[in-house]
């Protein structure tokens, strides 16, 4: 049913690029911002400006982690150490949290603009969950996990929220880790392994991975199966509404 092996009884749904085509938006909001900043970079140091790569970067250190480990992330991976700073730093602050703060001003103002369009094979999906009887959880590193889901009208399908809020307020560790998944099946009062995570990000599929969780479906909206698979999808779709189908 719905793809599943038997035994599942909870759906655990990533929200960017899985329910809704924000990871794109995240993706341009991230180049927007880290542009900017490595173009001043390069000036300060005298040294020339090397452009974010908003596929090979962006999925590799950035896409699916909570938003300053994804600014530390990536500044490592180019040679570049900044202090974190603190979460209420300004947008023009050159720490951690302020690049994070930027680039979350950027998201924000895109979402207004451009909306947010949800997949209608996700939508198909968690209406099909809900008939069945299924618990739908949204597990998401993004604190702006609430405003989508409102914006969308998707929230009425959804009866769990861990989000980027909820891993700062209850101190859980981000995915990679697999600690916001174990908390949502957690509040289902379920086993890993009676639970499905769906992902798109490398960094969420590892997550999925390593808590054992029941079945880990890789939803490939880029072309990266392969990458999906080496990092521990059991299955690999591009879009939800295949898994209807069988
Ligand atoms: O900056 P936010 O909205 O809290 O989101 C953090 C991260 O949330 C994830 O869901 C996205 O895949 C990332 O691109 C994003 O950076």
Redesign the pocket.
């Known amino acids: 049913m719905l793809g599943l092996p038997t035994g599942i009884q909870a759906c655990l749904f ?4 899985v329910l809704t085509d924000t ?1 794109a938006v ?2 341009a909001a ?1 180049k927007e911002m880290f542009d900017e900043f490595l173009r001043d970079y390069a000036t300060q140091h005298g040294i020339a400006f090397q452009a974010f790569d908003a596929r090979a970067e ?1 999925d590799a250190y ?6 300053a480990n ?1 600014v530390r992330d990536f500044l490592t991976a180019r040679g570049i150490t900044l202090p974190d700073g603190t979460p209420d730093d300004p947008p023009s602050a050159m720490t951690v949290n302020g690049l ?1 703060n930027r ?2 001003q950027a ?1 924000q103002r895109r979402i207004r603009t451009e909306g947010v369009h949800v997949f209608e094979g996700s939508r198909r999906y968690l209406q099909a969950a809900e008939k069945a009887g299924l618990r739908r959880a949204v597990v ?5 996990t609430r405003e989508v889901l409102d914006v969308t009208g998707l929230a009425q399908y959804v009866e769990q929220i861990v989000d ?1 809020v909820t891993i700062r307020t209850d101190g859980l560790k981000g995915k990679p880790a697999p600690d916001t998944f174990l908390a949502a099946a957690k509040g289902f009062g379920l086993e890993p392994s009676q639970a499905a995570v769906y992902e798109d ?1 490398l960094a969420g599929v590892s997550a999925g991975r390593s808590g054992r969780f029941g079945q880990v479906i890789g939803v490939d909206r880029v072309g990266q199966a392969a990458e999906l698979k080496s990092h521990g999808a059991d299955v690999v779709v591009r879009d939800l509404a295949e898994l209807l189908e069988n």
């Open positions: 990533d929200l960017d690029g990871a995240h993706a991230w962006y950035v896409d699916g982690k909570p938003r994804g994070g680039k979350n998201v998401s590193s993004s604190a702006n980027g990000a």
